[in-house]
Each structure stands twice: as structure tokens, then as C-alpha cells.
């Protein structure tokens, strides 16, 4: 079974930026999709970004767009967030995830998760 292991978040000020990073412990082409969720306080997890291996296709909430990047390295085994322009409701718990499709609305179609890594946005 592949392991997903997050890490790089933290706290920063409005506007501020961090990136994200998520280790698979095989090779990454092997899931066709990766992608990054996270759960504010208080409410329930929801997609941010995706990213399909075969051709690069990208896709983002909303909420995210123009502000968040998902990258992958596949020499790293590692797919990234890049974050941006952070907002106090960026605030949650990020996890990444793997699967054969991707989603950003149904996370029941996702095969692997991370334990996640904590986003603080507060001044």
C-alpha cells in the first residue's frame, strides 16, 4: 500500500504563501491522479487542486484559483502545493491524496491519503 507523508505547513500572516509538500513512497506515475484537500474547522473536508500524471491537467476550487499551484516531481515521488495570497479561510488540515481518477467533489474516488499537515492563517 503507498504511504503519503504531508508536510510544510505552518502559520503565516494574511497574503503570506507557503508550499506543501507530500512524499509518496512509490513512484508517482503510478497514480494517475494527486490531489489536495483540506477540512477547515468546523466543516467538512473539501477538494483544493488536482493533477493528472498522464497529461498535467490541473484543476482548483474556486475558492483557490489564482492563488494556489499544484506541481508534481517525478524524479521526488513528491507533488507540491503552492499556496499564495493566503487568506484566514485557508485555515485547515491539508492532506494529499492518490487515486486511479480525480475529483474535487467526491473524495470517495480517492485510494491513498496522507495524515495531513496543518495551515494556520492568522495575523
Known amino acids: 500500500e503507498v504511504q503519503l507523508v504531508e508536510s510544510g505547513g505552518g502559520t503565516v500572516q494574511p497574503g503570506g504563501s507557503l508550499r506543501l509538500s507530500c512524499v509518496f513512497s512509490?513512484?508517482?506515475?503510478?497514480?494517475?491522479?494527486l490531489a489536495w484537500y483540506r477540512r477547515a474547522p468546523g466543516k467538512e473536508r473539501e477538494g483544493v487542486a488536482s493533477?493528472?500524471?498522464?497529461?498535467?491537467?490541473?484543476r482548483y476550487a474556486d475558492s483557490v484559483k489564482g492563488r494556489f499551484t499544484i506541481s508534481h516531481d517525478n524524479a521526488k515521488n513528491t507533488v507540491y502545493l503552492q499556496m499564495d495570497s493566503l487568506k484566514p479561510e485557508d485555515t485547515g488540515m491539508y492532506y494529499c491524496?492518490?487515486?486511479?481518477?480525480?475529483?474535487?467533489?467526491?473524495?470517495?474516488?480517492?485510494?491513498?491519503w496522507g495524515q495531513g499537515t496543518q495551515v494556520t492563517v492568522s495575523s
Open positions: 512509490e513512484d508517482i506515475n503510478s497514480n494517475y491522479c
Open positions: 491524496a492518490s487515486g486511479l481518477v480525480c475529483s474535487l467533489v467526491m473524495e470517495s474516488v480517492m485510494q491513498s
Open positions: 493533477i493528472y500524471t498522464t497529461d498535467g491537467t490541473t
